[in-house]
């Protein structure tokens, strides 16, 4: 029911597959034009051709769309403007690019949209320190100019971070870091979440142990909360009704309630709802029915002894005149008057049949954030 956009300054990812394509946005200059402008028609000429090839096909479709969204986007990121300053860090500039696409909603004409940033180096093995003080002190100067930005054109309240990542990290040290995991700690951030909350469950005891089930060795924790259990609120926030919740989390019907986090629970409003069927049209006024004629007086019937009416009596055919040399023929004799007719009356019937026959918003968006090194990403629920 949304108009929907999606965009990533981290090229293509499995996480923003779907119906709608992601759009690639540079993390440096947003939609960098064509360096050679006079190619454009030269490319749309090539884009047009026809072939029986499904990947030529693809393939043109593909460059016809980019050409059209470059035209459209690159004039917007040289056109808008920010209030706060954003830093040169990996962070920094690709929150940047995103407060201009947000910032330009209005001529891009979307009702929702959806952001994936990226940045990498937390894949700790060794140094761990060192580099996780160094990558969190970026991450949060670039979160801090985005929300005043944001803030400042009133927006706050309509968008959500989380965080997100492929593994987590175990809790016990190698010797100078840590290595691969499973559990982990994320983050929700948004004008409209309920702050100063740790949700899920932490385990009560760390040591490996028969009575702690979730620490399997070298500090790795099973997760409690499941991504449905996060992602299930955030979808609810962005306007998903209940009954299309299973299509958008095939497997949140794998965990039971407990494991679910509720839209109350996190966020301070209750989530949208989106936009409802519209109303039935009125239907036109009914017309008042026509008079009715009153009924024809009924004759009364005639008296039970009066005798039948008589028809008039016959007028004898005229003669014609004889010669008066001869006596007139003698007459015929009359025929026998016919039998009075039956008894009957005449009677108006009022009864008859009758039949009647009756022959076509503020927006919101949801940022990911993910930390990734060459092949790896920030930790995991």
């Not at 944001?150 to 927006?155: A, E, F, I, Q």
């Not at 926030?237 to 494991?259: C, I, T």
């Not at 029915?289 to 005639?302: I, N, Q």
Request: net charge neutral.
């Amino acid at each position: 029911p949304y108009k929907i956009g999606a965009y990533s300054t981290a090229g293509n990812v499995k996480i923003m597959e779907g119906e709608t394509a992601a759009i690639a946005v540079s993390p440096k200059s947003g939609s960098p034009d064509l360096l050679y402008p006079e190619l454009r028609p030269i490319l749309h000429n090539m884009s047009e051709m026809q072939t029986s090839s499904a990947f030529g096909r693809t393939y043109n479709a593909l460059l016809t769309n980019s050409l059209a969204t470059t035209k459209l986007l690159s004039p917007l990121f040289k056109a808008t403007k920010v209030n706060e300053t954003f830093g040169d860090g990996t962070t920094s500039r690709q929150l940047l690019q995103v407060a201009k696409l947000i910032k330009s909603r209005s001529t891009l004409d979307v009702e929702r949209d959806v952001f994936f940033v990226q940045t990498g180096g937390f894949d700790t093995h060794s140094d761990l320190l060192e580099k996780q003080t160094t990558l969190l002190e970026e991450v949060n100067a670039a979160l801090g100019s985005f929300i005043s930005e944001m803030k400042g054109d009133t927006l706050w309240d309509k968008i959500t971070i989380v965080s997100s990542s492929d593994f987590g990290r175990t809790l016990s040290s190698n010797g100078r870091g840590t290595d691969h995991g499973w559990g982990g700690n994320h983050f929700v951030l948004g004008g409209g979440v309920r702050g100063a909350q740790v949700l899920g469950r932490y385990p009560e005891i760390l040591a490996e142990s028969p009575a702690n089930p979730l620490t399997i060795g070298r500090g790795r924790v099973i997760p409690t909360t499941p991504w449905e259990g996060i992602w299930s609120p955030l979808v609810q926030w962005f306007g998903v009704h209940e009954a299309n919740m299973d299509y958008v989390l095939p497997k949140r019907q794998n965990f039971n309630v407990s494991h679910i986090i509720s839209a109350e629970h996190l966020f301070w409003p209750s989530p949208p709802l989106p936009p409802g069927a519209p109303p039935p049209p009125v239907a036109p006024p009914t017309l008042p029915s026509p008079p009715v004629e009153p009924p024809l007086p009924l004759r009364p019937p005639p008296p039970p002894n009066a005798p039948p009416p008589q028809p008039p009596p016959l007028s004898p055919p005229p003669l014609s005149p004889q010669p008066p040399i001869f006596p007139p023929p003698p007459m015929s004799p009359s025929p026998p008057a016919s039998p009075p007719p039956p008894e009957c009356f005449t009677e108006r019937s009022t009864e008859h049949d009758a039949s009647l026959k009756n022959k076509k918003r503020g927006g919101r968006s949801i940022l990911v954030y993910t930390g990734q090194t060459e092949a790896y990403r920030l930790t995991s629920f």
